[in-house]
């Protein structure tokens, strides 16, 4: 993951991500490991803003970003009920 040009490469192959989706994924990154709130989440992406969509937001571009990532099995990022999202395992640092 690049910030200054807001690209992500995986596999060496670019990965077109939203600016939702880059924001949401920056955020996992720096989190790796740990679980990331929906609100962390929410505030990362949507800024202070408060939505009402925002839970359901935030799971529809987690669907995108495995579906984006190869993540079929949801072993990358993994749910933790009621608490969030993780991003797990060993992660390129981001730039």
Not at 29 to 34: D, E, K, L
Not at 55 to 72: C, H, M
Request: glycine share 6%.
């Amino acid at each position: 993951m690049n910030l200054r040009t807001r690209q992500v490469r995986l596999r060496d192959q670019h990965l077109p991500l939203s600016p939702i989706e880059f924001r949401m994924l920056h955020v996992l990154m720096v989190n790796a490991n740990r679980v990331s709130s929906a609100q962390l989440i929410e505030q990362a992406v949507y800024g202070t803003e408060r939505h009402r969509t925002a839970p359901v937001r935030i799971s529809r571009t987690i669907g995108e970003l495995r579906r984006k990532l190869g993540d079929r099995n949801r072993t990358l990022i993994r749910n933790a009920h009621g608490l969030g999202y993780r991003l797990v395992g060993r992660t390129p640092s981001a730039r």
